[in-house]
């Protein structure tokens, strides 16, 4: 693909409370983790890495230059990207569920261990994946006012936020109660990136009065205080220029363009 591609040319590196996490974790460790500065599904790996005191080495990639070293590992060139032993791993809800499972010792332990609960913990992180995703995307990249469909994609959007709440503990302020587990830790990236919608699309506009917004609410703010979810997020500001790219719909990256053609996450 090379430097030619229209999206390479971002800012090169982490900022702010994330710089300080890079910096952190530059000690060569047999776990690497290939990531974008930027990119929300490297920040799922991170936060379970994170979460977990995993030991590992962070490398910074630029994902939409595909160096060689990324593809050796990785034949899609997408980050996350995971060198475990020298085996290669990708696939952001993949690697998290692996770490899980190759490192059984390390707390806390992010699914339930009842078969059961952990079988629904899936449906719903699937359900961030295949149905929140692209539907935030939908939103954002859509070029059109209110009423020329805007306002229909922001309700469809609410409603796929809506349906996740409603099956969260009634207490919380976690999805599964009292402990953070994967659920969270797979939408925390973008619920943590819900501020482009005021910047570019008029407004989240969440409804005034409904019983389900305290409830979101309650957990976006447990789980933006935590502080893996802190020490992964740089200075908005550098978000920017990338979130402008998707909110004029001419980002080129896999997602943008699945996107475009009404298709999931790539
Ligand atoms: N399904 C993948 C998606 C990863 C992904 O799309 N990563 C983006 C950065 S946020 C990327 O590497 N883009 C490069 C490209 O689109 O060419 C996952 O869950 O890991």
């Given amino acids: 693909m090379g430097n030619d591609h229209p999206d390479a040319k971002l800012y090169p590196h982490a900022t702010g409370a994330a710089a300080k996490m890079v910096k952190a974790h530059q000690k060569e460790e047999s776990l690497k983790l290939y990531s974008g500065w930027f990119c929300p599904f490297v920040q799922r790996v991170l ?11 962070y490398i910074e990639v630029n ?38 499972d190759a490192y059984p010792s390390s707390t806390p332990h992010l699914l339930p261990s009842d078969p059961y609960l952990k079988a629904k ?3 719903w992180i699937d359900f961030v994946t ?12 859509f070029q059109g006012g209110e009423s020329s469909g805007l306002s ?8 796929k936020v809506k349906e996740f709440t409603l099956e969260m503990d009634k207490n919380g302020p976690y999805f599964l109660g009292e402990e953070v587990s ?5 939408l925390a990236p973008w619920a943590v ?8 699309k008029g407004g989240l506009k969440l409804p005034v009065g409904e019983e389900w917004v305290g409830r979101w609410k309650k957990w976006v703010s447990a789980v933006e205080k935590r502080e893996s979810v802190v020490s992964t997020t740089s200075e908005r500001e550098y978000y920017l220029p990338i979130y402008q790219r998707y909110a004029d719909d001419v980002a080129q990256s896999e997602l943008a363009k699945a996107t475009r053609e009404g298709k999931g996450v790539p």
């Fill in 130 to 141: 295949s149905r929140i995703i692209p539907s935030f995307h939908r939103f954002l990249q």
């Fill in 182 to 186: 994967l659920v969270d830790l797979v």
């Fill in 152 to 159: 229909k994609l922001r309700e469809e959007f609410l409603g």
């Fill in 121 to 123: 913990s899936r449906i």
């Fill in 63 to 100: 994902p939409y230059d595909k160096p060689a070293s990324l593809l050796a590992l990785n034949p899609r060139g997408l980050v996350p990207t995971l060198s475990y032993a020298n085996k290669p791993l990708y696939e952001s809800t993949v690697i998290c569920e692996f770490l899980e």
């Fill in 47 to 57: 936060l379970v890495l994170l979460e977990k005191k995993i030991p590992f080495q």
């Fill in 193 to 200: 990136r819900f501020w482009v919608f005021d910047h570019y």
